[in-house]
Structure formats: structure tokens, C-alpha cells
């Protein structure tokens, strides 16, 4: 079916599908590692790149090709490869778009590992990176060096809610040659089209809202661009991280529904955050939507909607915060996020433990920063459940100050 034209609902449920011979309904799952060819010459042919067709699942598979197909068009994308897991997508992008002697600006309130497999990995194969707030531009500006080739920005960033203005940032990047290369797992495209304000190109952790139910793990990358897809594939395919048919299927079941999920938790994440705010025993509440959040007026231009992510701070410090994750009955005490499911965890010992100390206090991850990932359920029952849990915060604060 043609959705170019049609609206983002009706992409979510039908880009990219290629029904069978017998007219299914979706794509189905071609659990298969390679693919018969009529004859020799049709197999060279397909080598050759004179026929169109399939030859092996690690190079390319139909039901990740209907995947591909559906997030390349949701984010506006030329193409897409899809990965076994959202970290397949930032090392592929990392190996694809840098070599040697290159210089990588991000921002430094990004995913922990996305940082750490940096520092710790691609600094050995002489690629030098510099973390600043992206939130200033003037910082983006000041880092850039003759070497510079990728700008890595995350916003939301995970786990401050940082927010990073991508046209400003864009504008820079391509006035210096630099490729600009966006996270947009915290919004997912139904809230923000990172290509749409100048990103060349788009990751996602799939893991998250795109797949919505905590049963999948992957990760995807879009290209603005056919030249730049074709690195981004080429590397993919070279590297070996593709996903799995059988995850390719889970996903584009999962993705169809995101507007649906996004609006119900979203709606829910806005009560939670007035909520948490006005609370005695939360010293601060991040949350785009909050009129005491500072980058409101550039959430409100850049993105369709203030997301169902949040990170707050409980007063007492970590112990306070400790008390208040082995309380919580319905929040599951769990990393991860964007799922149906309410999720409540602490970055500092647990997302972001393994980038050093230094450059959590850089980033903004204090150790009484809880982050909470709001789910589907009854927004009455997750208060509820904060509520009953905060109680038991406010007599352990009263017993630490006793
Ligand atoms: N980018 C962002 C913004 C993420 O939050 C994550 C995972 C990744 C990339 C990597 O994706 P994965 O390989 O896990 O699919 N974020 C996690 C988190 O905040 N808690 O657990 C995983």
C-alpha cells in the first residue's frame, strides 16, 4: 500500500508491509538464513546487484525489509537498517561515519553506554571524542576541530530531559561538514523528526516506545540521504548486527499501536509530574511539559508532545531514593523505558554507573535523581502507588533527621 501521503496513524499500521502470495494481512515471518536462487545466473545477477531479490537474511530479509521500510517513512527518511539492538545501531553509526584521526562532538547527558563504548573502545582505535551540554550551541561551536566529522546528540536527553535545539545544532554541524547523527529514542518519530530539522541521521533503540512492550530488544538507523544509507548498510551487513526476523516481526506488531500508547501515557506522564511536583518529600521534577521546566518554549516548537519520561529528585538523597524504588508495587523496579508498562529505576547506580563519577556530576546525574518511565495503566493507580511509596520515604526522612 502507498502511504507517502497518508497521515502518521495510518503509516504506524501500514508502511512498509508486503503482503504474501496469499494476501496476508501483514508481512510474514521469513525465518530463513538464505534464499534459493532459480539459477547460477540469477544468483550472480543477484551478487551483481542486476536483480532484485534476496540472497542471504544478514544482507537483507523481507520481513526486516517491511520494518526498514515503515521507519524509514515514518521519520522521513531515504532508508533504513534495522540491528539486533539499539547499541548495534550506535557502534554501526560510530564505524560507518568515523575512521582514524576523526574528532566526535555529543552531548554529554547521553545513553551511559553510548558514551562509554566511545571513550572506552573507539578512543583505542584513535577516534577522539568531546561531551558538552549541547543544550548551548555556543559549546557545539567552541569543541569543533578541522577534524570533527559527527555531532551525536540525544534530546530528551536520557536521563536529565535536557533538550538540545536540533535546527540550531543542525545548521552548525552542516556549516562545518560535520554529520549530524540524532537519538530520537526518547521522543520516537510520532514526537520528533530529528531529519525533518536538519539531522542526517536518526537512531533509535527499538527496545523502547517503537516496540512499546518489553519483549524485544533492537535498534534501527535511518538516513536522510541514499549515499549515506548505503555506509550505514554497508557496515551493517559487514558487522553482523542485524536483527532477526523473528524480532523484525515482534517490532512491526509493536510500532503500530505507538500513537495510541504515547498519547494515553503521555496524557498520564503530565498529571504525574504536576503531581510529584507539589509533593513534600520531591525536591525537583524534570519533565518538558512543566511550566518550571527551562527548555519548555523549545519543546513546545521542536516537538509534537512533552513525552512520558521523566526524572525527579527525592529528598533525603539516595537512601530516600532507595526507599522509594523498594516501595513501589505497581512501578516495576527496572531499567529500560517507553514500554506499557511503568517503570521506576536510579541512573546513578544503575544506567550511568558505568560512566565515571566526573562526568555524571558533567551531565547532570545526581545521585538522588530517579528516573520514572510512565506506562499505560490507570493514571489514579500509578499516583496511587507513588503516593503509598512517598509515605514511607517521609518516615524514613524522619527517622534520618531523628
Ligand atoms: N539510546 C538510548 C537513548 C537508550 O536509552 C538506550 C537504552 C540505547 C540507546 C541502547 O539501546 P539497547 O541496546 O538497549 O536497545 N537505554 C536503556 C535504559 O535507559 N535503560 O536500559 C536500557
Not at 521546566?293 to 512533552?306: I, T
Not at 544506567?351 to 558533567?362: C, D, K, L, W
Not at 530517579?370 to 496511587?384: K, N, P, T, Y
Request: glycine share 8%; charged share 20%; net charge negative.
Amino acid at each position: 500500500m502507498n502511504t507517502k501521503d497518508k497521515g502518521f496513524a495510518t503509516k504506524l499500521v501500514h508502511a512498509g508491509d508486503q503482503p504474501d502470495a496469499f494476501g496476508s494481512a501483514v508481512t510474514p515471518i521469513y525465518q530463513t538464513s538464505t534464499f534459493s536462487f532459480k539459477s547460477a545466473a540469477h544468483g550472480a545477477d543477484l551478487f551483481a546487484g542486476k536483480a532484485a531479490g534476496y540472497i542471504y537474511t544478514r544482507v537483507a530479509n523481507p520481513t526486516l525489509k517491511a520494518l526498514e521500510d515503515k521507519l524509514a517513512e515514518l521519520e522521513n527518511g531515504f532508508g533504513a537498517v534495522v540491528l539486533a539492538s539499539g547499541m548495534a545501531a550506535v557502534t554501526t553509526a560510530y564505524i560507518a561515519l568515523l575512521k582514524q584521526g576523526d574528532h566526535m562532538i555529543s552531548s554529554s547527558a547521553v545513553y551511559g553506554p553510548s558514551r562509554a563504548v566511545m571513550e572506552s573502545i573507539f578512543a583505542d582505535f584513535g577516534v577522539e571524542s568531546t561531551f558538552v551540554d549541547t543544550s548551548r550551541i555556543e559549546n557545539i561551536v567552541e569543541a569543533i576541530q578541522p577534524q570533527t566529522k559527527m555531532l551525536y546528540l540525544e534530546t530528551p536527553a536520557n536521563p536529565t530531559m535536557e533538550l538540545t535545539d536540533l535546527a540550531a545544532a543542525c545548521q552548525v554541524a552542516k556549516a562545518n561538514n560535520i554529520i549530524t547523527v540524532v537519538d530520537n529514542t526518547f521522543s520516537s518519530p510520532y514526537l520528533q523528526k530529528p531529519l525533518d530539522l536538519g539531522a542526517d541521521v536518526v537512531l533509535h533503540s527499538l527496545t523502547k516506545f517503537i516496540n512499546g512492550h518489553a519483549d524485544v530488544v533492537g535498534g534501527a538507523l535511518v538516513a536522510k540521504e541514499e549515499e549515506l544509507y548505503k555506509r550505514l548498510h554497508k557496515t551493517m551487513v559487514l558487522m553482523g548486527g542485524n536483527m532477526d526476523p523473528h524480532q523484525a516481526y515482534m517490532v512491526s506488531r509493536g510500532v503500530k499501536t505507538l500513537s495510541l500508547r504515547v498519547d494515553k501515557a503521555q496524557e498520564s506522564a503530565g498529571k504525574i509530574a504536576l503531581w510529584l511536583e507539589k509533593h513534600p518529600q520531591i525536591s525537583w521534577v524534570n519533565y518538558p511539559g512543566l511550566a518550571s521546566f527551562p527548555q519548555r518554549e523549545l519543546a513546545l516548537r521542536q516537538m509534537r508532545g512533552f513525552g512520558t519520561m521523566m526524572s525527579f529528585g527525592v529528598k533525603g538523597g539516595l537512601e530516600a531514593g532507595i526507599t522509594l524504588m523498594n516501595n513501589v508495587t505497581l512501578a516495576l523496579l527496572a531499567v529500560s523505558l517507553g514500554g506499557v508498562e511503568t517503570l521506576i529505576q536510579h541512573p546513578a547506580s544503575m544506567t550511568h554507573a558505568g560512566i565515571s563519577p566526573a562526568a555524571r556530576q558533567e551531565a547532570g546525574i545526581t545521585d538522588d535523581m530517579v528516573r520514572f518511565s510512565v506506562g499505560i495503566e490507570d493514571v489514579d493507580d500509578i499516583i496511587a502507588d507513588l503516593d503509598q511509596a512517598l509515605a514511607k520515604v517521609a518516615e524514613f526522612n524522619k527517622l534520618a533527621v531523628n
